[in-house]
């Protein structure tokens, strides 16, 4: 009997927020009026930060921040199991990655002593992949004593904290997505989060002359991330927007989609991203999406207590079968952005196809050290263990606040009888 399909993301998107887009549009006041700069002020206060500077992506204000800290030519700190947008802002900026391991239970950066002999750094990224927080201090007390600053690759971490320092506050910036499968949404968008004055003058002169996306478009992608948030049931999911997400990716479709949507929807999986930033990188954020953005950061104590409270369940059931689940040191508060696990013995493309056959949509992320994509072969390779094993075994469960606890349990009993199958 057919059961459904639990959805991989669904965008953070109360009912009431219909409301905000139709009101905004009959008011008028889509593009420019007094929500950005609201946005901005209780962003930086939840953060922590004097300064919060709204851009359109997360990966422009990755672009922007490593512009403005860095000299040309000038190397970065990356890990080598990433995203490609992490990635692509390096290289658009004119830096020269330089890239290490990462931690096997937190996929944050790997700090070795070598690091410090490195000559030339001109930044230390600090990547909290999945909405984990690794072991932060060697990376900062380095960068202290060396006089680099730290940029907190915060895109997914939007709640997480390190020794009571939320996430963005912690280093000399910190950057933040708003795309719409992330902690609070606004269909697309970035934030800058900083104490630096001078890093804030300088968003703000630069998006003087930028352009606002289309209203046609903005409107259209709102409305379609809220037609999701609504169609999270698992059966109404699989008739309506895996359906439509299947046919949108294929091969001849995907171009179109990207198109629409300001981002290729495949680009976690096939590594694939533009030679230049596209114009959708390029774009001011609008007063629509700081309103709808808004309503999600006004619950966000309310959606970091779900999340964690669904990774607690998970990570209790999951761990009792052996099942590799991210671990969380003392002192550290993880946002659960995503929630990779690792079985031994199988590989991901393994366990997507198994995982689907059982109702459940997995994500394949990073089948590829970041090494080894298209842009960044002419550099010297290096060896990167973990990266490597993650890129072959980490699979993404669903997680997000749509999840019911029956949920859950489809999910613990599918990798029981998988395990059971094992000893077979």
């Not at 493309?349 to 997995?362: D, P, S, V």
Request: proline fraction near 5%; glycine fraction near 6%; charge should be positive.
């Amino acid at each position: 009997m057919f059961k459904g399909l639990i959805p991989y993301t669904v965008p953070e998107m109360e009912s009431q927020t219909i409301y905000s887009i139709l009101n905004t549009f009959i008011e008028g006041d889509i593009k420019e009026g007094k929500y950005v700069k609201r946005f901005e002020k209780h962003f930086a206060d939840y953060v922590g930060t004097k300064y919060a500077i709204s851009t359109a992506s997360g990966r422009s204000a990755l672009y922007h921040a490593y512009s403005f800290f860095m000299e040309q030519g000038q190397k970065v700190i990356l890990p080598s199991y990433t995203c490609i947008p992490a990635i692509d802002a390096a290289r658009w900026s004119g830096a020269a990655p330089h890239f290490v391991d990462i931690e096997l239970n937190t996929y944050n950066p790997r700090f070795v002593s070598s690091i410090t002999k490195i000559k030339g750094i001109g930044a230390i990224s600090l990547s909290y992949l999945y909405g984990l927080i690794g072991d932060l201090n060697p990376f900062l007390d380095y960068a202290k004593d060396a006089n680099i600053p730290v940029i907190e690759d915060s895109a997914i971490a939007l709640g997480g904290s390190y020794k009571g320092r939320k996430a963005g506050s912690i280093g000399d910036a910190g950057i933040f997505s708003l795309q719409e499968s992330k902690i609070i949404t606004s269909w697309r968008g970035g934030v800058i989060t900083t104490n630096n004055k001078e890093l804030y003058e300088y968003m703000n002169s630069l998006r003087e002359n930028l352009e606002f996306p289309s209203t046609p478009k903005l409107m259209f992608n709102l409305l379609f991330s809220y037609k999701r948030s609504r169609l999270s049931n698992p059966r109404l999911y699989y008739s309506t927007m895996y359906l439509l997400k299947r046919i949108m990716t294929s091969k001849r479709l995907k171009p179109l989609l990207a198109n629409i949507m300001g981002f290729n929807p495949t680009e976690s999986i096939d590594g694939v991203s533009p030679d230049l930033m596209p114009k959708t990188d390029k774009y001011n954020i609008t007063n629509l999406q700081s309103r709808v953005g808004l309503k999600g950061l006004d619950k966000i104590d309310s959606i970091t207590k779900k999340r964690r409270r669904l990774a607690r369940l998970l990570s209790e059931e999951l761990d009792d079968l052996g099942v590799i689940v991210p671990q969380e040191d003392k002192g550290i508060i993880h946002a659960y952005g995503r929630f990779p696990v690792r079985i031994n013995g199988h590989n991901k493309f393994q366990l997507y196809r198994y995982f689907l056959k059982n109702g459940i949509e997995t994500s394949l992320n990073y089948p590829y050290i970041t090494p080894n994509t298209k842009f960044m072969k002419s550099l010297d390779s290096g060896d990167y263990p973990n990266a490597e094993k993650a890129s072959r075994e980490t699979i993404l469960l669903p997680f997000h606040t749509f999840l019911k606890e029956k949920d859950i349990f489809i999910m613990v009993d599918s990798i029981k009888k998988l395990l059971k199958s094992d000893m077979v």
